[in-house]
Structures are given as C-alpha cells and as structure tokens.
C-alpha cells in the first residue's frame, strides 16, 4: 500500500486549501484513512480520519467546523478541505492507512510522505 499525499503550499490566514491522499491499494475501500499534522519542534498529532465506507469521520478539536474530511471510493482518494486557516495550522500533513478500524492514534500500518502547509499571518 503507497499513500501520495499533495496540495500543500502557502497561504495567507484565513484562506483556504485542500489537500489530496491518493492510495494505492487493491482494495482501497477496505481502508480507514487518516491525516496528520508535525509542526517544527512539535509531535505528530492527529488532525482527521474517515472510516473506510466514509461513514464515520473524526476530526481533531483544534480543526472542528474548519477542516472537512471526504474520500472518493472510485478515485482511490481521501481531500482534506481546509478553511479559515491560521498560523498554528502549519505543518507537514501526512496520510495515513489502515484496514483494521479507524483510528484517532497515530497507530495506522501505512504513511504518505506528506505535504508542507505554511499559513502567514
């Protein structure tokens, strides 16, 4: 299983970005999918998740009601739409898979490489 994750760049406070996990898996609609995020100095936290029919989503505290999480079965892909931006969202923002269970743990079995999202103030 390979995750490609892209749509990262700079942007200002208060725009938005979506961010694209593309997944190269057989059986891509077995999987749980979940995003997250490394600021410089900082842990891995977890930002969102969606389970495996797009039945259940998850989403971190710090993004609730700004970041929605989708996935496309047909396309093999999982966006992350990310609005009303701010400083603190900037990170590295990995992907992730897993076909166990969906999980708001960093414990996924595959990871993309991740994308850079700077905001500026």
């Known amino acids: 299983v390979q995750l490609q994750a892209s749509g990262g760049g700079l942007v200002q406070a208060g725009e938005s970005l979506k961010l694209s996990c593309v997944v190269s898996?057989?059986?891509?609609?077995?999987?749980?999918i979940g995003w997250f995020r490394q600021a410089p100095g900082k842990e891995r936290e977890f930002v969102a998740a969606v389970s495996w029919n797009g039945g259940s989503t998850y989403y971190a505290d710090s993004v609730k009601g700004r970041f929605t999480i989708s996935r496309d079965n047909a396309k093999n892909t999982v966006s992350l739409h990310m609005s009303s931006l701010k400083p603190e969202d900037t990170a590295v923002y990995y992907c992730?898979?897993?076909?166990?269970?969906?999980?708001?743990?960093?414990?996924?079995?595959?990871w993309g490489q991740g994308t850079l999202v700077t905001v500026s103030s």
């Open positions: 992730a898979a897993d076909n166990r269970y969906v999980m708001t743990t960093a414990d996924y079995a595959y």
């Open positions: 898996a057989r059986t891509f609609n077995a999987y749980a």
